[in-house]
């Protein structure tokens, strides 16, 4: 089976990494979906995203990751998914993922949404808040792998200095 785990990955976090490595064990296949959403004005590049989430899965054996842009169920159906994985971390993440998974079995019947629950211990923890930590220049040691970490502290030098 192939799976897809969608998102934005603004940046790949230490929780992303926990829903990837369990998700890789459930599928064959883990094609990891980073949205290019000009409608956000991203931290990173669509490029630097797919490069970090390379970078840090690079161990996985079954595990890609793909750009795509549009509907999800689209980028499904033409890569022949069958499945799509989210991750949940409290009960606040409910209401849209369900929203969400409902409109896309609307949309592709054929396409079942699998819900991940976070480990306790990143159940807190989203790409918002790391950046939000980074910008006023906490330590996100705990929040991101290193490679993540030093990308986000380049991305604070040069934001400064414009
Ligand atoms: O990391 P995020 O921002 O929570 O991920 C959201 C994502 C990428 C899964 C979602 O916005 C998405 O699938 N966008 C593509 C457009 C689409 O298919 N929307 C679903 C119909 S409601």
Redesign the pocket.
Same mark, same amino acid.
């Given at each position: 089976m192939r799976a897809v785990y969608? +998102?934005?990955?603004d940046p790949v976090t230490f929780g992303h990494l926990d829903i990837i490595g369990r998700a890789a064990r459930l599928a064959d296949e883990l094609i990891i979906g980073v949205?290019k959403n000009n409608a956000k004005s991203p931290l990173f590049s669509l490029e630097e995203r797919v490069r970090m989430l390379e970078e840090v899965t690079k161990d996985y054996h079954n595990v890609k990751v793909e750009a795509f842009e +549009? *509907? *999800?169920?689209d980028f499904a159906r033409k890569r022949d998914i069958d499945m799509i994985v989210r991750g949940l971390r409290a009960v606040t993440d409910f209401e849209s993922e369900l929203?969400?998974a409902q409109?896309?079995h609307k949309l592709e019947e054929r396409v079942e949404t699998v819900f991940l629950t976070t480990r306790l211990e990143y159940s807190y923890l989203s790409s918002t808040i790391v950046r939000e930590v980074a910008a006023f220049g906490g330590d996100i040691s705990q929040f991101v792998p290193d490679i993540v970490g030093q990308r986000i502290q380049e991305k604070m030098d040069e934001r400064r200095r414009v």
């Open positions: 969608p +998102g934005s990955f949205l +549009g *509907l *999800l169920v929203q969400m409109t896309n």
